[in-house]
């Protein structure tokens, strides 16, 4: 059983910033790539930051240099601050691994979301 789990969502005013972080835990052999997906109402979910093994950075253009995605190997955990918010980055974020789970194989697993409004 693998578990990813996040935090840090909530409601922010344009400009401002959040810092979402997510750890994934249980029968984990390896971590591969990580990112971020976000989904906002109506629209398909898309991929906002992908980090990999080795710290190669991705980003949408929507966030690009506003938006920095880390992750600490150690505590099997991905990070993304969001700096400069706007209106527009309103959704529900949601985190994605890569993970080799030992006897149940190799496969993505995703966190439960969560919501980032940002609204004066």
């Known amino acids: 059983q693998v578990q990813l789990v996040e935090s840090g969502g909530g409601l922010v005013q344009p400009g401002g910033s959040l810092r979402l972080s997510c750890a994934a835990s249980?029968?984990?052999?390896?971590?591969?790539?990580m990112g971020w997906y976000r989904q906002a109402p109506g629209k398909q979910r898309e991929l906002v930051a992908h980090i990999t093994t080795s710290g190669i950075t991705n980003y949408s253009d929507s966030v690009k240099g506003r938006f920095t995605i880390s992750r600490d190997s150690a505590e099997n955990t991905v990070y993304l601050q969001m700096d400069s918010l706007k209106p527009e980055d309103t959704a529900v974020y949601y985190c994605?691994?890569?993970?080799?789970?030992?006897?149940?194989?190799?496969?993505?697993?995703w966190g439960q979301g969560t919501q980032v409004t940002v609204s004066s």
């Open positions: 994605n691994a890569q993970i080799h789970a030992g006897v149940l194989g190799f496969g993505g697993y």
């Open positions: 249980g029968s984990i052999v390896s971590i591969y790539g």
